[in-house]
C-alpha cells in the first residue's frame, strides 16, 4: 500500500481533514477527504521513538482487517522538523494517513502523551478507547493485544472489553 504523509492541518474537527496529504509513491501532495461517518483510530507516533516504529506492521494489519475503522497517524513532536518526519516515514510501506502534528493541536486536544497512543473515537469524536496497542513494546512479545480486541468487539457489535489502558513508549515532546 502506499505510504502517506499528511501535512499539518488547522483545523481542530475531524469532519474537516479534507486536506493535504503527501504520497509517497508519486512524490506528490493530494487532497483527501475523510468519511464523517466512520469511527477513526487516531494513533500518535514518532520518528524518534523505536517503540513507534515496532508497531507499524501490525498497525498496518488492523487497518486492513478492520477496514470498517478509518486509521489516522500524527506525527506529534515539536522538535522534529517536517522535513526529517517526511524522510523517517518514507522508509516504511505505513498504509494509512499520518499527519505533521508539529504544532501539537491534536496531540493536546487528546491529551496524548506518548507513542504511540491510540484513540478510537465515534463519529462525534467521543473517545471510546485510549491507550495501548498492546502490552509490551513490540508486539510480538505481547501477551494482550487492546486494539484488536476493542476493534473486534466494535465489528460484532459487542461491549468493549477495555476503554483505557496504560500507554507505553516514548514522551511526546512538547
Known amino acids: 500500500m502506499k505510504t502517506l504523509i499528511l501535512l499539518l492541518i488547522s483545523s481542530m474537527a475531524f469532519g474537516a481533514l479534507s486536506e493535504i496529504r503527501y504520497d509517497f509513491s508519486s512524490h506528490k501532495e493530494r487532497a483527501i477527504s475523510t468519511s464523517k461517518d466512520k469511527k477513526k483510530v487516531l494513533i500518535f507516533l514518532s520518528p524518534s521513538c523505536p517503540c513507534s516504529q515496532k508497531q507499524f506492521d501490525y ?10 475503522v478509518e486509521f489516522i497517524g500524527f506525527s506529534s513532536n515539536k522538535h522534529i522538523s517536517k522535513d526529517s518526519a517526511l524522510k523517517y516515514f518514507d522508509q516504511f510501506k505505513i498504509n494509512f494517513p499520518i499527519f505533521i502534528d508539529k504544532d ?8 496524548a502523551f506518548k507513542t504511540p497512543h491510540v484513540f478510537l473515537i465515534d463519529e462525534n469524536e467521543e473517545v471510546m478507547y485510549q491507550g495501548a496497542v498492546t502490552n509490551k513494546r513490540s508486539p510480538k512479545l505481547s501477551t494482550k493485544f487492546y486494539l ?6 466494535l465489528k460484532e457489535n459487542k461491549k468493549l472489553p477495555y476503554t483505557l489502558s496504560k500507554t507505553l513508549g516514548c514522551y511526546i515532546a512538547r
Open 59 to 68: 498497525i498496518n494489519s488492523l487497518a486492513k482487517k478492520f477496514d470498517n
Open 104 to 111: 501539537l493541536k491534536y496531540a493536546n486536544k487528546f491529551s
Open 148 to 153: 484488536n480486541d476493542v476493534l473486534t468487539a
